[in-house]
C-alpha cells in the first residue's frame, strides 16, 4: 500500500523558490557528447492559460472574455505568436525566445485530475500518478532513479547548497538532492492568507489568530502606500519591484548552479501566487505584474547559461487552468486546461502545439473550462526521453504509473548534432583555412621599395614600423604577406 503524501501548508510555502537539484549527471546522454540540463518550474496556484496566450484567431474568443480578451489590437497589443496564438505583452523576452525557435507553448494541456482543489491537483501534477494521495514519491525523483548516474556533482566548496528535508513532492523520492534558497522571501498573497486562515481557523486556532493579527498589522502599515494600478487592483511599486527582483534572482540563480561545469544538471524550483481569482487583468493586472516578473526570471536564465543554453530545457507547469469566462471580481475561478510553456536553446521551438478544442459555450468543458485535448504527462514524457535519455519503459511504468497509453510527444528537441552543427562548421572552416594557408607558397623576398611602389604596402610602413626578422628577411607588421631584406 502506498504511503500517503500530506505535507504541511507550513512546508509547501517554506519551499516556494527553492531549486531542488539532482546531485548527479546523466550518464547516457553525456555518452552522446552532450551536455543537457532540465529545469521544471511548477506555477502553483493555476496558470490562467487563456490570458497567458490567447487564441486571438478564434471567432468566439472576443464574444468569451469581451474587454478582458487579448487581441492584437488592443490598447496594449497582444505579442503575436503566429496567425491564430499571441503572447501576453508583459513576456516580450518569451515572445524572442519564441522568434529564435527557443520557446515553444504547449495549449489546451491538462494532467488526467478533473477537480478543482488546489493540493489535489498539485498532488497529481507533482506525484505524476493519476490519483492525489497514492504516491509519496515524484515523478521527476523517479526519472532521476531511472537514470544511469556518471559522477556525483561537486557544489562550490560546498557553500552553494545544503541538503534539506523541505522538499515538493515532485523531487521527493530516493534519488539524492540538493537544495538552495534565495536571499529574498517573497511575502505571502492576500489570497494565500485567507486560504490559510480558513485552513487554520479550524485546525490550529492560535495560529489563525496569530496569523489574522499580523495580517492587520501589515495592512495598516501599508495604507497609505497603496497606487491605483490599472484594472483597478490595488498593488503597491515596492511589491511590483520586490517580485521581479525575486523572479529574477531565484530563476537566474538556479541556471547559474545548472551553468556550472561541476553543478547539478536536473532541477525544479516551485513558484506560488498564481490563484488570480480578483483583478486578474489584461496588460496591468495581478496576471501581468506575475508574468513580468517571470518573463524577467526567464531573461536572467539565458543571459546565466551562457553557452550551456544550447543544451537546456525548462519547463513550466500548473496544477491546472482556469475558468474561461471572468468571474464577478475581474478575475478567474479554478477551471481545467492551460497552456505549458517550455523555453531552452535545446528545443526546436517557435510552435505552439494544440489541438484547439475552440471556446463556444458547446465547445467547453462543464460549460465552464477550457477543454484538456493534450495529456501534460505525454509533454514531459517526450523531454525526459528526447533530452535526457530516459527509458520509454520506464517512463511508463514508473515514473508515470500506468500511462503505457500516453505516448511521449517526439520532435520538442532538437537532435544534439543539429544543435552542434554551427560549431562544427566553423571549426571545419577554420580547419580548411588553416590547411590553405599552410599550403599556399611563400611570396618571395622583395625589397621594400618594390612593395611600396606596387601599392601594396603604405609608404613606410615595413621601413618605420619595423616588424619582424628571420634570418635576413624582415616581415611587415601591417601586411603579413609583405617581406623584405
Request: with cysteine; glycine share 10%; aromatic share 6%.
Amino acid at each position: 500500500m502506498a504511503t500517503l503524501h500530506a505535507p504541511s501548508r507550513r512546508l509547501l510555502l517554506r519551499a516556494s523558490g527553492t531549486l531542488f537539484a539532482w546531485t548527479y549527471l546523466p550518464k547516457l546522454a553525456r555518452a552522446e557528447g552532450r551536455d543537457p540540463r532540465f529545469l521544471t518550474i511548477v506555477l502553483r496556484g493555476a496558470l490562467d492559460g487563456l490570458a497567458t496566450v490567447a487564441p486571438v484567431g478564434d471567432p468566439d474568443w472576443i464574444a468569451l472574455r469581451g474587454d478582458n480578451a487579448l487581441t492584437l489590437g488592443g490598447k496594449t497589443p497582444a505579442l503575436k505568436l503566429d496567425d491564430f496564438f499571441a503572447l501576453n505583452p508583459a513576456m516580450p523576452n518569451l515572445q524572442r525566445m519564441f522568434a529564435a525557435k527557443e520557446a515553444i507553448v504547449v495549449h489546451a494541456a491538462a494532467t488526467s485530475y478533473r477537480e478543482r482543489s488546489h493540493f489535489d491537483g498539485q498532488d497529481v501534477l507533482e506525484s505524476g500518478v493519476e490519483k492525489p494521495g497514492a504516491a509519496s514519491t515524484g515523478w521527476l525523483n523517479r526519472v532521476l532513479v531511472s537514470l544511469t548516474a556518471e559522477e556525483r556533482v561537486r557544489p562550490n566548496g560546498g557553500r552553494a547548497f545544503t541538503v534539506g528535508p523541505v522538499t515538493p513532492l515532485v523531487v521527493r523520492g530516493p534519488a539524492p538532492v540538493l537544495s538552495w534558497s534565495p536571499r529574498r522571501i517573497l511575502p505571502a498573497s492576500d489570497d494565500t492568507i485567507t486560504r490559510l486562515l480558513t485552513l487554520y481557523r479550524h485546525t490550529d486556532p492560535e495560529f489563525a489568530s496569530v496569523l489574522e493579527n499580523r495580517r492587520r498589522l501589515a495592512a495598516l502599515a501599508q495604507s497609505g502606500a497603496v497606487q491605483q494600478m490599472a484594472g483597478g487592483a490595488q498593488i503597491t511599486g515596492a511589491d511590483v519591484a520586490q517580485l521581479r527582483a525575486y523572479f529574477t534572482e531565484t530563476i537566474g540563480a538556479a541556471a547559474k548552479f545548472l551553468a556550472q561545469p561541476d553543478g547539478p544538471r536536473v532541477g525544479a524550483l516551485p513558484l506560488d501566487g498564481w490563484d488570480t481569482h480578483v483583478n486578474e487583468g489584461i496588460a496591468g493586472g495581478q496576471l501581468a505584474l506575475l508574468l513580468g516578473a517571470l518573463d524577467s526570471g526567464l531573461a536572467a536564465a539565458k543571459d546565466n547559461m551562457g553557452p550551456a543554453w544550447r543544451d537546456t530545457v525548462i519547463v513550466l507547469v500548473t496544477e491546472f487552468g482556469r475558468t474561461a469566462r471572468i468571474n464577478g471580481t475581474l478575475g478567474t475561478d479554478h477551471g481545467t486546461a492551460t497552456v505549458m510553456l517550455l523555453a531552452g536553446g535545446a528545443l526546436k521551438g517557435g510552435r505552439v502545439i494544440a489541438d484547439w478544442p475552440g471556446v463556444k459555450a458547446a465547445d467547453l468543458l462543464d460549460n465552464r473550462d477550457l477543454k484538456p485535448t493534450i495529456d501534460v504527462r505525454t509533454v514531459l514524457k517526450g523531454l525526459l526521453k528526447d533530452h535526457l535519455r530516459a527509458d520509454e519503459h520506464a517512463l511508463a511504468t514508473d515514473v508515470f504509473p500506468g500511462s503505457g497509453g500516453v505516448k511521449p510527444l517526439t520532435g520538442l528537441v532538437g537532435s544534439a548534432q543539429m544543435r552542434a552543427l554551427p560549431i562544427l562548421l566553423a571549426a571545419a572552416f577554420v580547419g580548411l583555412l588553416a590547411i590553405a594557408q599552410s599550403s599556399k607558397p611563400a611570396a618571395a623576398a622583395r625589397s621594400w621599395k618594390d612593395w611600396v611602389m606596387s601599392g601594396y604596402c603604405p609608404a613606410g610602413t615595413c621601413n618605420t614600423a619595423g616588424g619582424w626578422r628571420a634570418g635576413n628577411v624582415r616581415f611587415c607588421k601591417v601586411r603579413p604577406n609583405c617581406r623584405w631584406r
